[in-house]
């Protein structure tokens, strides 16, 4: 692993990132309650969460992604959580332990290349986030009272919001700044 070192412009771009997915958390809440109010009145509420969890793991791969350093998609879910926390989300103090959630489940994808390989890394974020996201919400919302049929279509359904928005939207992101040149300096 090389380019451990920190210097000020990724700690300002850690921190814009996580701000404007803060922003973006934030928004997604009256979305997420309208999604689940449309899905209650047809039996399928449990879906909501899982439908629209990938937007809320965005910022962990994006920052991983881009900056390239241990820790990022951690710090990155954290600032977010806290943003949308602060702005006044429906979920309060609560938004810290989702984001400290989220942002553990997505690091470990790029922990199991031992931080070598990103891109192979951001694959396996939307795979370890689904698992750690999916074990957390199956203690903490009584998952385990769904037959097991349900909880795969839940788990399959969880995994390809988090493997587009996170994947899939991150890895478009992150090429088109690459094509912007933005990231680059001339001390790269």
């Not at 990938?54 to 710090?75: D, F, N, R, S």
């Not at 984001?99 to 192979?120: C, D, H, P, R, V």
């Amino acid at each position: 692993m090389k380019n451990t070192q920190w210097k000020l412009r990724d700690a300002i771009l850690l921190a814009l990132i996580g701000i404007i997915f803060s922003v973006i958390y934030f928004l997604m809440d009256p979305m997420y309650q309208i999604i689940s109010g449309a899905l209650t009145t047809v039996g399928l509420q449990a879906f909501a969460g899982e439908l629209t969890i990938g937007v809320w793991m965005m910022a962990g791969p994006l920052a991983a992604y881009v900056l390239k350093k241990p820790g990022t998609a951690l710090l990155a879910e954290m600032i977010g959580a806290a943003g949308e926390m602060f702005l006044g989300g429906y979920w309060g103090v609560a938004t810290l332990l989702a984001g400290l959630i989220q942002g553990a489940g997505s690091e470990l994808g790029f922990t199991l290349t031992a931080y070598k390989n990103w891109k192979l890394g951001l694959w396996l974020s939307t795979l370890t986030g689904t698992v750690v996201t999916f074990g957390w919400q199956y203690l903490q919302s009584g998952f385990g009272n769904y037959h097991f049929g349900m909880l795969l279509l839940l788990f399959a359904v969880r995994y390809l919001s988090i493997f587009f928005f996170a994947g899939v939207l991150v890895n478009w992101i992150e090429k088109l700044l690459d094509r912007s040149k933005f990231l680059c300096t001339d001390n790269d």
